[in-house]
């Protein structure tokens, strides 16, 4: 594993915890190197759900974990997060926060509380980083003697990185939200306010390129999206409505209701290439059975003409007509063989993508809900 990136290949909400969960067993460090408490990580330990939104989900298996420079961190909400996981049992020593991390106030959350246009997560992020780049923000560094809470876990999280990579550990840095929501590589101005693709781990943590041995790409079974911005494969009929249902679609950290779609292998090729994919991970297969047939967006139209790239700009994006194969549906996901039709249609997603599908994971439970392929 030595230093492997996991990133989101779409909107975010992929099911990123749940799969770094799961590889963190053979981990001894996650780390996470950008936004903050606008990002909600889901993980479902026999049976008691752990929502963590600035906390690398790592902290559950008992993992050493990071909170990087290129975080924007609510000092409050991180003690209310660290109260919680003490209350739960999980022991909360491991943790290291970065000096040079910045700090989300009031101030910035009360600003964000006023946007209208992007349908952020009100958490200020935006404003954060906007104070960041226009160097008037507050690092914590700056304000840690205020937290008494958090001081003690205070350090020089860059330097203790290097140090673990060097002594040849094994390091897993959590991305959050999800490609198409990175500030430069995304559907802009649709988007948050850091750079979600995995380039960015070496930044968001003070680590030099080179030491990144392994990308991974989430990618969830089918699509969705919270906020506003254009979303070519969305489904606004009782499909959209069904897989919002069955796959409790609603944001971890606003409740809202997420708008859900067909897969979108044109989006997928981009993010693969933006992130340098080496191997793909598919989550929540089991919310589409049922269904009498499935589709994928296997390219685009616009003005007739068929595209096969992913154009740049929202307004672009908003203009475009998917194009769809459509795919046998299939009754059942459970215990460790998929059924023939979800078989083709994970080979179809690795094929397209030129990328290894090493794990699908097939409903919300630690341990049992993984299937291992063999021949992915
Ligand atoms: P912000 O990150 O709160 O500024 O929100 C900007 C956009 O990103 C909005 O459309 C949010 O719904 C979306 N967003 C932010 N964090 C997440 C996430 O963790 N999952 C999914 N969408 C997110």
Redesign the pocket.
């Known amino acids: 594993m030595p230093c492997t990136v996991i990133v989101g290949m779409q ?3 992929e099911g990123k915890g749940k799969i770094i969960d799961f590889l963190a067993k053979d981990a001894d460090i996650v780390a996470r190197f950008q936004g903050g408490a ?3 990580h889901t993980v479902v330990v026999d049976s008691k759900t752990f929502k963590l939104h600035q906390i690398p989900s790592g902290i559950i298996s008992g993992k050493e974990v990071m909170l990087g420079n290129g975080m924007v961190i609510d000092p409050k909400a991180l003690i209310e997060e660290i109260n919680f996981l003490k209350q739960s049992g999980i022991d909360v020593d491991k943790i290291s926060i970065s000096e040079a991390a910045h700090v989300v106030t009031d101030a910035h959350k009360e600003l964000d509380s006023k946007d209208t246009k ?4 009100r ?1 200020g ?2 404003p954060s980083y906007t104070d960041k780049v226009a160097r008037r923000g507050l690092r914590i560094i700056d304000v840690v003697d205020d937290y008494p809470e958090i001081k003690k876990y205070v350090t020089d999280v860059s330097s203790k990185i290097n140090q673990a990579i060097d002594e040849g550990k094994n390091i897993l840095l959590e991305g ?2 999800g490609t198409l ?1 990175d500030v430069d590589h995304g559907t802009y101005p ?4 850091s750079n979600t693709v995995a380039g960015n781990a070496c930044i968001g943590l003070g680590i030099g390129p080179t030491k990144i041995n392994k990308v991974i790409g989430v990618v969830k079974a089918y699509t969705t999206r ?4 254009p979303f070519p494969t969305e489904l606004k009929d009782e499909i959209g409505e069904r897989i919002r249902q069955k796959g409790n679609e609603f944001g971890t ?1 606003t409740g809202r209701p997420r708008r859900c779609g067909w897969l979108d292998l044109v989006m997928l090729k981009y993010a693969k290439t933006i992130n340098g994919i080496d191997e793909i991970m598919i989550t929540k297969l089991d919310v589409l059975s049922g269904l009498d047939e499935i589709k994928v967006c296997v390219a685009y139209e616009i003005d007739k003409n068929r595209i096969e790239h992913f154009p740049l700009g929202a307004k672009k994006l908003a203009m475009v007509k998917p194009v769809y194969q459509t795919f046998e549906g299939w009754e059942n996901v459970e215990g460790k063989s998929l059924p023939k039709e979800a078989r083709d249609y994970v080979y179809f997603i690795s094929k397209e993508l030129k990328s290894p599908v090493k794990l699908v994971s097939i409903g919300p439970d630690r341990e049992d809900t993984i299937i291992l392929l063999q021949n992915g």
């Open positions: 909107f975010g909400d606008n990002a909600g992007i349908g952020t997560t958490k992020i935006g959050a939200q929501l649709f988007v948050t306010s919270v906020g506003e911005g950290t």
